[in-house]
């Protein structure tokens, strides 16, 4: 009887002496790079914003060219994110198209910026990506046009649909602030 209780407390520490699996986090798209290309609708120059980090969060300061756009003017919109860490460069684009339900852009205009971004493409829900978009701009004005991509926002939450970011939740995948003149 004494050789069963050893058995049993033997195997019950060597099963207690099992490390866990490990947890692995999600990795979520590294992004170095953001062309925001504006074409307007009616013809003229079109304008680039962008953002660069190439050494990534905490390194040097990115660089980050804002635009000048003209009023009264409606410009088709389109992003492209990059890792330019990768090689061969990698679109990140393909991975948010491929996961669309899980990501969604929110644009805000601030310090008086008369300008307002409208979706032009749809996750398989219908509900609003912003890697395709219309940018409409109004009377001269100056301010920032902050660009924030979400992963796991909740797309159903009160306002997320037409771009409110209040109720979205989920996690800042990255977030850039252009410089924007309207003239």
């Known amino acids: 009887m004494k050789v069963f209780?050893?058995?049993l407390a033997s195997l019950i520490f060597i099963q207690s002496c099992k490390k866990a699996d490990p947890v692995i986090p999600?990795?979520?798209e590294l992004i170095t790079t953001i062309i925001f290309e504006l074409i307007p609708q009616n013809g003229g120059p079109s304008v680039t914003m962008s953002f660069q980090?190439?050494?990534g969060d905490g390194g040097l300061q990115p660089t980050i060219t804002g635009g000048v756009l003209?009023?009264?003017t409606a410009y088709f919109g389109?992003?492209?994110l990059l890792n330019e860490s990768a090689l061969p460069v990698d679109s990140t684009n393909k991975d948010i198209l491929e996961e669309n339900l899980a990501h969604?852009?929110?644009f805000k205009a601030s310090n008086g910026l008369d300008l307002s971004v409208i979706y032009d493409d749809f996750d398989d829900n219908n509900q609003p990506i912003g890697l395709s978009n219309t940018v409409e701009t109004g009377v001269p004005s100056s301010g920032k046009l902050t660009v924030t991509l979400r992963h796991e926002p909740n797309k159903s939450g009160t306002g997320v649909s037409t771009g409110d970011i209040t109720n979205a939740g989920g996690?800042?995948?990255i977030e850039v602030?252009?410089?924007?003149q309207i003239k």
């Open 5 to 7: 209780y050893y058995l």
């Open 26 to 28: 999600v990795q979520q």
């Open 53 to 55: 980090d190439l050494d």
């Open 70 to 72: 003209a009023a009264n």
């Open 78 to 80: 389109k992003l492209t």
């Open 104 to 106: 969604q852009f929110f």
């Open 171 to 173: 996690e800042t995948d």
């Open 177 to 180: 602030d252009f410089d924007v």
